[in-house]
């Protein structure tokens, strides 16, 4: 089933988000602010590993096997038009 | 040092900008290892923008490609990661996002921002990966991506998702542990948009660009993510296997 925010809490995440002000929960900010950044805080709690060490250069002679303007090799990947 | 000046620049200036270092700072950056490695960067403007690599890199100079992708090895790693839940399928992915902007490179509309057909390339992939995952009976990942019900709609209230953040480190670490359960589970396109809008920020306006979506369904998916989550969340912890 899916899920819905409240239509106030909706409005605090999209507050948070565009203007990207962390600790925007004050009193001037509506108190659901304060609900949807301290879930947002938890999310950010997820952890994450750091890319190997040798990331860089393995990408590097990937590339570099492989000559470039080769779009026929990745007909679905064509550079995405960025609007 | 490059990669931190330029997440600095684009968190609060809202993009590269082109700063001349001080002497000092020019000397010490020679000093470093790390800078060392960037080598002839050192003699011109601290941070390049992303755009002025791509296109000296399409003039020919390879160590610009090689700044590039050091540059966006920790954040787009880290995207892949947490999007693809395993770090080979992720450090793949990487390596198969920048073989396309190599190869790619002199289609690149140099006004436009790179990062953002950065992860657009990337985003592409990883999903394509999942698709492929999940059409793999044994895939693990099936569950997370086909559990979308679009029977009715259920209100989340998010106070059953507030928690105080422990201190402690041992009991940090745990709750760390369950919020990676509970992100890991979810759809991967709602997985998807709040890793793109909250851990990597990106404005609305960009996400919409970026998976091809009209502004208010990025709106609404997020909302959807940011409610899934907290269902998620409460169920795991009224679980039996909560800890």
Redesign the interface.
């Given at each position: 089933?899916?899920?819905?925010?409240?239509e106030k809490?909706?409005q605090a995440?999209?507050l948070l988000?565009?203007t990207?002000v962390e600790g925007a929960c004050s009193e001037s900010v509506a108190d659901?602010v304060c609900?949807?950044e301290?879930?947002?805080?938890?999310?950010?709690?997820?952890?994450?590993?750091?890319?190997?060490a040798n990331?860089?250069e393995?990408?590097?002679a990937?590339?570099q096997r492989?000559?470039?303007?080769?779009?026929e090799q990745?007909p679905?990947?064509?550079?995405?038009l960025?609007? | 040092m490059n990669d931190l000046v330029y997440d600095l620049q684009r968190r609060y200036l809202g993009g590269p900008v082109t700063i001349r270092p001080s002497e000092n700072l020019v000397k010490k950056l020679a000093r470093d290892p790390v800078s060392k490695r960037i080598g002839s960067d050192l003699a011109h403007p601290v941070a390049r923008t992303d755009e002025q690599l791509l296109a000296d890199y399409r003039a020919g100079n390879k160590a610009s490609?090689?700044e590039l992708?050091?540059r966006y090895?920790?954040e787009l790693?880290?995207f892949l990661?947490?999007f693809l839940g395993d770090?080979a399928s992720a450090?793949d992915v990487?390596?198969e996002t920048?073989?396309?902007v190599?190869?790619?490179?002199?289609?690149?509309?140099p006004k436009?921002?790179l990062r953002?057909?950065l992860f657009?390339?990337a985003a592409?992939?990883a999903r394509?990966l999942l698709r492929s995952q999940s059409r793999r009976p044994t895939s693990p990942l099936q569950a997370t991506i086909d559990s979308?019900?679009?029977?009715?709609?259920?209100?989340?209230?998010?106070?059953e998702?507030?928690?105080p953040?422990p201190d402690e480190p041992m009991e940090?670490r745990e709750?760390?542990?369950r919020?990676?359960k509970v992100?890991s589970g979810m759809p991967a396109q709602l997985r998807e948009i709040?890793l793109l809008?909250?851990?990597h920020?990106f404005?609305?306006k960009q996400i919409g660009?970026?998976l091809?979506i009209p502004l208010g369904t990025v709106?609404s998916r997020?909302?959807?993510a940011?409610?899934?989550?907290?269902?998620r969340?409460k169920m795991l912890n009224r679980g039996p296997s909560a800890s």
């Open positions: 089933m899916p899920k819905k925010l409240f809490d909706a995440l999209d988000m565009e990207g659901r609900v949807v301290s879930v947002l805080q938890l999310i950010g709690q997820m952890p994450v590993d750091d890319p190997p990331l860089v393995k990408t590097i990937r590339c492989t000559p470039a303007a080769a779009h990745y679905n990947h064509r550079p995405p960025m609007s | 490609f090689s992708v050091s090895q920790q790693y880290h990661v947490r770090r450090e990487f390596q920048f073989l396309q190599h190869q790619s490179a002199d289609q690149f509309d436009r921002r953002p057909w657009t390339i592409n992939k394509d979308d019900d679009k029977d009715g709609e259920q209100y989340i209230d998010l106070m998702a507030v928690v953040l940090r709750l760390q542990d919020v990676y992100v709040l809008s909250y851990f920020q404005p609305y660009d970026l091809n709106k997020l909302h959807s940011v409610a899934e989550f907290a269902q969340w």
